[in-house]
């Protein structure tokens, strides 16, 4: 199959050889302009956002079982020669419970949270943070 090819002249004045399916396309973005707003709606103080803070905590036991506290929080001490530590990543590995896979937790046990400290959510007015 022969494609009918057109000559055009570019910029310097050199002909260039465009295929029929260039020159079509670039009818068409042509004609296909596309209307847009006005940049200046966008002219307006950025909102303020609140630093990050933690509101909360909760833990979930080797049953998985939810507590309202942070009894199962571990801390990590970096060493004080982090240089020279050598971690032995299979220690422990044989004794380790593993997570059953079959019970699909999604996100039930944070929104749990959230249900129990609703009180936490609330503004000055009483409403929640919009």
């Not at 050199?14 to 079509?24: I, L």
């Not at 509101?55 to 001490?77: A, E, P, T, V």
């Amino acid at each position: 199959m022969s494609r009918k090819r057109t000559t055009d002249e570019c910029g310097c004045g050199n002909p260039v050889k465009k295929t029929k399916a260039v020159v079509n396309e670039m009818n068409v973005q042509a004609k296909g302009r596309f209307q847009t707003n006005d940049v200046r709606r966008f002219d307006f103080q950025f909102p303020h956002f609140r630093e990050p803070a933690e509101i909360g905590c909760f833990s979930l036991d080797i049953s998985r079982n939810f507590h309202c506290d942070k009894s199962q929080q571990r801390h990590f001490i970096p060493p004080s020669n982090c240089g020279q530590v050598h971690f032995d990543l299979k220690k422990g590995y044989s004794g380790m419970m593993k997570k059953d896979e079959t019970q699909l937790d999604y996100i039930n046990t944070i929104l749990r949270w959230i249900d129990l400290n609703r009180h936490k959510f609330l503004t000055s007015d009483g409403q929640g943070d919009r």
